[in-house]
């Protein structure tokens, strides 16, 4: 038996789209695309990559050792610029923003709930009292109800953002 010549293919000059070059780099889809937005790999116009470009600039990016080294301390800043965030929200010097918000839109929606019960709370309590008592009345009512909102609870976001984590 004779054996047919194999026919070989132009892998360097081979077109292949976004997903099938990030799969022959062994890179995730957003890590591929974080190398052409940063320079690192061609950007395709027609939404095709010609191989060859591809290996060829991801493997210069990767035998760089300028690169790596920049890369590496990047990295290592972010590490640590993230385990300082870390650290300020365990001392509660820093809240996360869903848990702040979630605390706020509590106490405004309660304030709300409260003055809106102003009327009918003392309405039995003004009856046949003289304006200036009226006025006192109410202002407390409002002062009481606004308490809430001039109250900072540090525990209360920190509560809140372990139980939006989980």
């Not at 848990?99 to 304030?111: F, G, I, M």
């Not at 976001?157 to 372990?162: G, L, N, P, Q, V």
Request: aromatic share 6%; net charge neutral; hydrophobic share 35%.
């Amino acid at each position: 038996m004779s054996n047919p010549k194999r026919e070989t293919r132009d892998l360097r000059n081979m077109r292949v789209n976004f997903d099938e070059a990030a799969k022959f780099l062994k890179l995730s889809k957003s890590n591929f695309y974080r190398l052409i937005e940063s320079g690192v790999l061609p950007k395709s116009e027609d939404s095709e990559y010609v191989l060859g470009e591809v290996v060829d600039a991801y493997y210069q990016r990767r035998s760089n050792p300028e690169d790596l080294k920049a890369e590496q301390t990047r990295l290592t800043a972010v590490q640590a610029d993230l385990k300082e965030l870390e650290l300020a929200e365990l001392r509660g010097e820093l809240h996360r923003g869903e848990a702040v918000l979630k605390v706020w839109t509590e106490n405004v929606s309660n304030t709300r709930s409260r003055l809106l019960a102003i009327p009918a709370k003392i309405s039995p309590k003004v009856l046949g009292k003289d304006l200036q008592t009226i006025q006192l009345i109410i202002k407390e009512e409002i002062y009481e109800a606004l308490k809430e909102l001039a109250e900072y609870d540090s525990g209360r976001i920190t509560r809140t953002a372990i139980a939006l984590k989980s």
